[in-house]
């Protein structure tokens, strides 16, 4: 079965094919600037060059259009005809407390994700125009919806309350919510077949360390707590995003500088983090490099950036009563032994004994980077949000097969 996997933003949209029988990528690629002018395909097929083709792709219809085209086209597709496509899956941000798991897209699902519009004003409603789109292009395939936020709906409620007024969340569903739960949730499930070790008596710290960062306690194969709160700007210090800070500096700062809400919002998400400390950029590696020409402001950065990361992992030993084994994964998790290296200095009184050499050695395979006698393993392994997807959507698709061919 061929499954399309669809991450759609407001304007842009990623894509995947995968072929399910060998979990392999067809192709991949993504359209950028949807509704601007000059909009861009970019559609790679493994082992050939990347194909850039510019046109007007006005909305997601037609974006939805213009890749199910170069899926088949002769020169660049890898599909015969277009009813190959078996089934399309979505990666949905926030999921609520509506969505505790993936879900076959229907009427009463494309409801409840618009009512959560208000909790993800920036992703909801783009999403929605991804699943939109598909149907307008492929009315009969079946759509599944992937959230953010599903994994953690285990979470136990004095880890996804905030202590105000409980009307706040009776009424409005301000709750700690997290993200990045398919990332969390696959690199756990790698972790414990690679450890050999069964999930559901493991305890698991998995640091999702990319452009966006958390940290995430997972007890017996179960998010127990997360860093992200109800929207993804709560707890690691990000690319250019604040993370943890007294909520009182936002009234204060208002008040001071004579911003308006929506400007302090885009400073927390937009301006702060490695970016605002470092004044180089947001993006790791560019930090590590100045930092190591002798810049203070991008090591008092990678610093800060690097002791929150300690101090979560700290806590999170304290929330589960121990732990097994702390994962880094992601852009930065996978790629920075000097990351890795720094965070896991501060671990040593809870027995983990970084291997220095197997820190340093580059692969893109899950693997062990403590020693082997340390008490608690380190690894490193790759997260694959696409595949996770595609792999819930191909269960609930042959659910549903198994299903309707018993009402037969
Ligand atoms: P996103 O949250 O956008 O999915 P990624 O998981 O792709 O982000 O991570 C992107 C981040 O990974 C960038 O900030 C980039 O600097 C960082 N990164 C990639 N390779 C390295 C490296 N070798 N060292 C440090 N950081 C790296």
Known sequence: MNILIINAGSSSLKYQLYNMQTEEVLAKGRVERIGMDSSILTHEVDGTPE???????????TAIKKVLDMLVSRKFGVLRNIEEIEAVGHRVVHGGESFSKSVLVDQGVKLEIRKLFDLAPLHNPAHMMGITAVEANLPEVPQAVVFDTAFHQTMPPNSYLYAIPTVLYRKHKIRRYGFH???????????????????????????????????????????FDTSMGMT??????????????????????????DLTLNEVNSM?????????????SSDMREVIEAMNDGNEKAKLAFEMYTYRIRKYIGAYIAAMDGVDAIVFTAGVGENSDVLRKEVCK????????????????????ARRITTDDSKVSVLVVPTNEELLIARDTYRLVLEKQAADSSLL
Not at 51 to 61: A, G, K, M, Q
Not at 184 to 207: F, M, Q, W
Not at 346 to 355: A, P, W
């Open 51 to 61: 194909v850039r083709e510019v046109s007007e792709i006005l909305d997601h219809t």
């Open 181 to 223: 739960g398919t990332s969390h949730d696959y690199v756990s499930k790698r972790s414990a077949e690679y450890l050999g070790l069964p999930l559901d008596n493991l305890k698991l710290i998995t640091c999702h360390i990319g452009n966006g960062a958390s940290c995430t306690a997972i007890l017996n194969g179960k998010s």
């Open 232 to 257: 993804p700007l709560e707890g690691l210090m990000m690319g250019t995003r604040s993370g943890d800070l007294d909520p009182a500096i936002v009234p204060y700062t208002i008040n001071k500088e």
């Open 268 to 280: 927390l998400n937009k301006h702060s983090g490695l970016l605002a400390i470092s004044g180089i």
């Open 346 to 365: 501060g671990l040593t009184f809870f027995g983990v004994q970084l291997d220095e050499k197997r820190n340093a050695v580059r692969s893109s395979e």
